[in-house]
């Protein structure tokens, strides 16, 4: 049986008490962080995100699996600032301006969280000068918006123009979603990416930055 099985096990069961007593027993045990974190963590939580895109998950229990992860990844944490492990990519998420829904894009950050991704969450109701500062100052790879509404959707756009105003839209990838959100319509606004659920905005965002 693997090192990492009863992690493994823990969070895809969002049994957060298992999960962080595993998760210290590893880090005790002095075994590798990046290991914990690739092999007890990320995997699991690609394995929810897989069966949430494919409705096999429901949302309460990917918002378990993603509370245990995380509750995890709090312990994992101070390594990150010793430099011992490496994160896949730096994103700046929000829900577009006029817009204040947000239980998709949260669900949509602790994936990205748990997948290593390094995430700027700034909220909701976030204006396109806003997202393009916020990259502009952490260096951004990603920008990824969420729109819930109709009616905010060409929030996604103005971003995008934003982007090319200032310059950095060659450096920034932008990926959008939401319920009103469709592949066409990311075409139609020249965005890079488009995922249905937060399962595959993990995916997307691996893809468009080509990680495996
Ligand atoms: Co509002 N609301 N709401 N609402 N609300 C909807 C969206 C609506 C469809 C309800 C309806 O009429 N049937 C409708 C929008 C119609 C439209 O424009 N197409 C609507 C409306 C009209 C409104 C108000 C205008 C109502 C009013 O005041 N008259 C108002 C607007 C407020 C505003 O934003 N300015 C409003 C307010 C609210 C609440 C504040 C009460 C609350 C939001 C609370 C919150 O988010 N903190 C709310 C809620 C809860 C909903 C419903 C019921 C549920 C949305 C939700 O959380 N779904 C919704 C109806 C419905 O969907 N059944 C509705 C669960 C969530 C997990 O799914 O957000 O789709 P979702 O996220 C998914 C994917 O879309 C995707 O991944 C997630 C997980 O799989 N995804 C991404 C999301 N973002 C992504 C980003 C990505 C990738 C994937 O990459 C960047």
Do not use: W
């Not at 099985?5 to 075994?31: G, M, N």
């Not at 998420?93 to 829904?101: C, M, R």
């Not at 969280?113 to 806003?130: K, M, P, R, W």
Request: glycine fraction near 8%.
């Amino acid at each position: 049986m693997s090192e990492f099985q009863a992690l493994v096990e823990a969070i895809i069961k969002a049994d957060i008490k298992t999960a962080t007593s595993e998760t210290q027993r590893l880090l005790d045990k002095k075994v590798d962080v990046q290991e914990v974190l690739d092999k007890g963590l990320i995997a699991p939580m690609d394995e929810v995100g897989q069966k949430f895109s494919k409705g096999q998950l429901f949302v309460p229990q990917m918002l378990r699996s993603a509370k245990s992860m995380q509750e995890c990844m709090n312990l994992i944490k101070p390594f990150f600032k010793e430099g011992n492990i490496s994160l896949k990519g730096k994103i700046v998420i929000g829900t577009v301006k006029g817009d204040l829904h947000d239980i998709g894009k949260n669900l949509v950050v602790m994936m990205m969280e748990g997948a290593g991704f390094t995430i700027s969450d700034l909220g909701v109701d976030i204006s396109s000068e806003i997202f393009v500062q916020k990259a502009k100052d952490v260096d951004a790879d990603i920008i990824a918006m969420s729109a819930l509404l109709s009616t905010t959707m060409p929030g996604m756009r103005d971003t995008i123009e934003a982007l090319k105003n200032a310059g950095i839209r060659d450096k920034v990838k932008v990926m959008i979603g939401g319920a009103p959100v469709s592949e066409n319509y990311a075409q139609q606004i020249g965005a890079d990416s488009y995922a249905p659920d937060a399962g595959s905005a993990v995916i997307a965002a691996k893809k468009i930055l080509g990680i495996s």
